[in-house]
């Protein structure tokens, strides 16, 4: 399984961005995907997650309303639409497969990860 992050990128507070990851490698209809992120100095947390197949999604607390994980089946990639972003959401953002289609917020569920892409919200 390879997994390619991008879009990330500079925006000002109340600004969107939109990430994608590129997976490939396999069919990934048994697999769920995750968003993490990891600002400096902080630990890799859960972002937001989606099972493959029925499309069934997860969200942090912090981000609910705000970020919503989607994928797209023909291009097999997985986006992140993320609006009214804050300074706070400034991270290292990084998407994760996990081929037990769980629902996990653990990271240590996810056992294929992308290299990350940056997302810096200036205030």
């Known amino acids: 399984v390879q997994l390619q992050a991008y879009g990330g990128g500079l925006v000002q507070a109340g600004g969107s961005l939109r990430l994608s990851c590129a997976a490939s490698?396999?069919?990934?209809?048994?697999?769920?995907m995750g968003w993490f992120r990891q600002a400096p100095g902080k630990v890799r947390e859960f972002v937001a997650a989606?099972?493959?197949?029925?499309?069934?999604?997860d969200y942090a607390d912090s981000v609910k309303g705000r970020f919503t994980i989607s994928r797209d089946n023909v291009k097999n990639t997985v986006a992140l639409q993320m609006n009214s972003l804050k300074p706070e959401d400034t991270a290292v953002y990084y998407c994760?497969?996990?081929?037990?289609?769980?629902?996990?917020?653990?990271?240590?569920?996810?056992?294929?990860w992308g290299q990350g892409t940056l997302v810096t919200v200036s205030s």
């Open positions: 994760a497969a996990n081929r037990w289609a769980v629902l996990s917020t653990s990271r240590v569920s996810y056992e294929s």
């Open positions: 490698g396999r069919t990934f209809d048994n697999y769920a």
């Open positions: 989606i099972i493959w197949k029925d499309g069934n999604t």
